[in-house]
């Protein structure tokens, strides 16, 4: 069965830095496009970046260029996010999806298969 599960959340002050895990068990990481989405409360869901499968294109949103980074490490089945100089705006619950239908990052959220429950990430003072 395929699964995700999201670890590294929680509180840090603007300016801070975090590190989420995306830990998948069920397939090979590199098999499928890997994304991480966040939903700020009140907010619909947004695509913060995503790491192709294969080749590892990446894509990042506007709001995270220059602050974050996607990555994946294959031997442990762990994709990454690291977050640099967090905003109170990055406040939100931060979420790891697997795309399982093309070899590329979809162009919309709903398009992603597969979600882990989430991890809470709160940048504040």
């Known amino acids: 069965q395929l699964q995700l599960v999201e670890s590294g959340g929680g509180l840090v002050q603007p300016g801070g830095s975090l590190r989420l895990s995306c830990a998948a068990s069920?397939?090979?990481?590199?098999?499928?496009?890997i994304g991480w989405i966040r939903q700020a409360p009140g907010k619909e869901r947004e695509a913060v970046s995503c790491?192709?499968?294969?080749?590892?294109?990446?894509f990042y949103a506007d709001f995270a260029k220059g602050r974050f980074t996607i990555s994946r490490d294959n031997a442990k089945n762990t994709a990454y996010l690291q977050m640099n100089n967090l905003k109170p705006e990055d406040t939100a619950v931060y979420y790891c999806?697997?795309?399982?239908?093309?070899?590329?990052?979809?162009?919309?959220?709903?398009?992603?298969?597969?979600w882990g429950q989430g991890t809470q990430v709160t940048v504040s003072s």
């Open positions: 790491i192709s499968s294969g080749v590892g294109s990446t």
């Open positions: 069920g397939f090979s990481l590199d098999s499928y496009s």
């Open positions: 999806a697997a795309h399982t239908r093309t070899h590329h990052c979809p162009g919309y959220v709903r398009d992603f298969d597969y």
